[in-house]
């Protein structure tokens, strides 16, 4: 696609009287709006000269209907000049700096002719001028008087909000004025403003301009009342004060009169400006509101800048719930009929692809891969209907563009916010389905950070082959499976797909043909191998090792711990009995269990290697292949976990009471210890923080010990235990605290403390130091929690909400302010990193040129392979 | 045969990163190596690397503030935390990585770790020795303060113990005393018992007193409120809550080339920016691995970069690398809207629409990545 218009540069300036007067289509003369037949009035705040909103109505500028005609400025010509308050603090500084008789900058000639060279040096650099600037205003307010005119310079106060006070008197905006139109352009250079752009007497306005019609629109209420926008509201003010003051000026008001209405109308102004200056009362709507004037409007992240500048709406994309759907493949995304037959792709219609998309324009808008609209060569659009599509069918020429339905295969932008990082946004091939949901693979939940419990997501349709070229190569899941943030595979087994691999491999379970079968029935291609042996009645047998190498690359050479290696003080390797030590050779499983370390999404081993050894597409299948390979795993043995897989035998409740109640004991042995003074404080510590990290110290080991208590009871054919070893999902940890003990609650960090005076609850004696008063909680989620324990728990829970609302808070602004400063740097074909003004922040991109998510081709570890694998060839 | 000059030879001979380069000599010193082996092993490296350069026009900055934002959603807020000693607070998690990120001229929790030279590290008394002496000593290490309301006195009891412990004597702490609070101190019969009088008999006068006492430093570094020491491995190491690093690496047995500090401020200010950069880079590092988070180096590196490329150390945001952009939309857009556009005005500044932000405001294409790639077609 060709931008048809470049803009180049955009040069910012302040607009003189004048050119408000050039741009201006109509000089705005009375107060009124719409006159009683709901047509605006001429050389009001409507007239039809600024644009027009009502529908019917035409520009009587530019002729053009509403949505058409942009809209045009006005002007008002102000009786007396105002000062704009956003420069007031600089109009504060020239009068200062500036002679008060000959209106010349206070700096010797030579003084100025070095400040404008210095400035001129830091523009060129693209440096800031702001401490320069000041510099110079506060070396020119060092002379007491005038070194041209010798005329003594008086001290200028300067009073909130907009009040000048020279020698006690108040001085005029046009006294001000007066003093800045003679200063000359020479001096203006010398204070860093630009005086063909930004004349100083511009910030003194005697026109004010009236904004278009199209962006203060009024609305019609139901009542048929019409509503003012706040900035009409504004206008409306300003003009009625500036013909009050004109007529009370033109009847010889007295001077204390004239005053009064110069400063109401310097007021109005400034609030139409801006509504929150201090000291400034803000101008309200009738209903006590305050006003959203000019500066409000740019404001802030609904503002124009962040709201509608930076943030764009777009067509042709569709939000919907997300669920999963194991059967598709990692690049596949589930696409609702519903949407898919609202959502279309531009085809344009050639002498090769004619007959083809005919046959989609006959099909007509209700079946689905169908044709919504059609725009012909002379850009007149046509929609497809039922009646219509045979004939518009035949019409067809070469040229035209048909808007096909989304179908199957089409490329389109996935995404879930918030978009932490480029792996939000990943292109998926369109499945359509029936039902009302997204469907992905839960193996692309990580880099979403999705998950099923009500998410929704979008979906966005690229309508250029140029779009859907970058998305293919650049955005497609299979190639985000590495991440740039660490160089490792993002992408994997979550939950089921990493028990069920689990399940499969762990072991040399026998599985009988028809259970092999069944693992395999989904791959085409694939032969059983030979079986590993006949069990007793001479049926062949194979095990979940040789089934799940099945899946694995030829040529996939890999040695790694499995996570629930246990790390043993002697590693046995491959006589692991734990069977934790995983060996593949050639694309054979030789040895070990395949866990969350081999498969799972930020760590899995093998998919590290699929990927870097060969490529996406073949990581891809490979991913593809494990997530049906282990659902069908997990659906051999059968899994489930429910309430009775937490009880532990009664011989492990007594052990652990009897670690709990020991644990009390010497908690109270401290305690009393502090109390006869005998507790010998940590080096750096007070007495009562020694006391209190041993009690936190003695409580963590009895948790953990209890722990390891009910560990010993729960085996492998614990499915608790089976999903946290294998790091599927929780850990002994949750386990822990469901089946012997939560443990001791915290509220940052310490025990709790605080409460009633001097105790946590009324349950409890003042004073007490000991276990259960300060949120120690004995019993495990099991047996339930005694009413204190209950209350402290929720004393910890409450922290981790708040903790998790202010971080989200706190690490998105951290997020916005990194990508604002960084997003601009950019690798240049030298190598170099540079920012938009070509200043090089690094040499070399992070010292030696790499990308991270390629860091493994550059790295020590690969250097080893290269140089074993020539050396291991050319020894044959 | 190669010999090991030989190979040498070739491998320097080659633009590669000192990471392969080390890697090479590694694998090949030792080993015998045939000129056409040696060739292969070389041509695959450099094949490897070339694979794994980046690509021009690739939109590292974003890239680098993703992955270190990214993993912020998922850092812990507690603020205090223990790190490596039990003793000493140290901030951790998301409250750090803001602090780094905002150059904030003192940390929350200043500490330094100093390292001693080779005679002091293995020594503990020795060790010790410097400790006392960083540390600062304030009246209430060396005994107790009192006041005598009838006599409208301040009575200051030494410990003899702590006054050998701190290797000060009665005498010195008088004379400091006298010298900071410019009164005169009475040290009746030369002992333990100093007494002390405010220079108008008032109550308030003598409570402020008392205040301006406690706060005195008699001996050691101010702000270094506390010097632990452990053993890590077979040396001594001091960790210091409070920091002072100047006055620090001028110690006897300080050693300079491995004592740092927390507070990069201070280092860049005593060390230069190269230290601050790698400063910022490591305690980035250190408190994303703290949290068992993974990032490359790379990332971290490109912040440090941008923050310390002019020669000071500027805050990511509207105060440091966002506020002095060349675009005056970017900046617009960032923060503080209506000020820069006001700025702008005044001084006639062009925005040549180089950037992200300004190009999506007007509508085109933004000149980095895909979008930065401009073909001529030969007719």
Redesign the interface.
Known sequence: MTVPKRIGKIRFGLISPQEFRKMSVVKIITADTYDDDGFPIDMGLMDPRLGVIDPGLRCRSCAGRPGECPGHFGHIDLIAPVIHVGFAKLIRKLLRAVCRDCSRLMLLEHEKVTYIEQIKTLVRLGQPTDDLVSKIFAEARKHKTCPYCGAPQQEIKFERPLAYIEEGHKLTASDIRDRFEKIPDADIEAVGMNSATARPEWMILTVLPVPPVTMRPSITLESGQRSEDDLTHKLVDIIRINQRFQENREAGAPQLIIEDLWELLQYHVTTFLDNTVSGVPPARHRSGRPLKTLSQRLKGKEGRFRGSLSGKRVNFSARTVISPDPNLSINEVGVPLEVAKELSVPLIVNVRNMEMIKQFVRRGPDNHPGVNYITRSDGRRVKVTDKNCEEVADQLETGWKVDRQLNDGDIVLFNRQPSLHRMSIMAHRVKVMPYKTFRLNPAVCPPYNADFDGDEMNMHVPQTEEARAEAHILMRVQENILSPRFGGPIIGGIHDYVTGSFLLTHGRKPIDRQGAMELLKKYDGIDLPPPAGTDDSGEPYWTGKQIFSLILPRGLNLTFKADFCPSCDQCKEENCENDAYVVIRDGNLIQGTIDSAAVGAFKGKIIDRVIKQFNPTIASTFLDRMTLLALRGIMLSGFSFGIDDEDIPPAASDQIKEVTRVARENVEKLISAYNAGELEPLPGRTLDETLEMRIMQTLGKARDSTGQIAGRYLGLDNSGVVMAVSGARGSMLNLTQMAACVGQQSVRGERIRRGYADRTLPHFQRGDLGAEAHGFVESSYKDGLNPTEFFFHAIGGREGLVDTAIRTSQSGYLQRRLVNALQDLEVKYDGTVRETRGMIVQFRYGEDGVDASRRDYAGPENVKRIIGRVLATEGR | MLNEAEVEEAITSLDL????V???R???FG?S??K??LD??LE??MA??D???????????????????????Q????T??YAGV???NVTLG?PR??EI?DARKVPSTPTMTIRLTEQYAGDRDLAREVAWAIESTSILHLGSIATDLAEMNVLIELSPEALVQRKITAEEVAERLGEEMRLSVDQPGGGNLLIMAPEEPSYRELLQLVEKIKKLSLKGIDGIK?V?IRKEGDEYVLYTEGSALKKVLQFEGVDPGRTKTNNITEIGEVLGIEAARNAIINEATDTLREQGL??????I???S??MT??GEVKQ??RH???G???????R???EV???H??D??????????????EN??????I????G?VQLVAKR
Request: aromatic content about 2%.
């Open positions: 990163p000192q990471s392969i080390a890697a090479l590694e694998g090949l080993v190596v045939t056409e082996q292969q092993i695959q490296v490897d690397y694979h794994a350069k980046v690509e021009p026009c690739e939109a590292v900055g974003v890239v680098a503030a993703q992955s270190i934002g990214e993993p912020g959603t850092m812990t807020m507690r205090f935390h039990a003793e000493i998301l990585l803001i990120v506390r632990v993974a990032v490359d180096v790379r990332h590196m490109l912040v970069d941008i490329c002019d990511i945001g440091g690398v966002s002095e952009k060349a675009s005056v939309l970017a617009a857009a960032f809207t209506v000020n556009i006001l702008a005005a005044i001084r006639g500044d062009v925005d040549d629409l180089r950037g992200v932000t999506v405001i007007v509508g085109q294409p000149q980095l990545g895909t930065d």
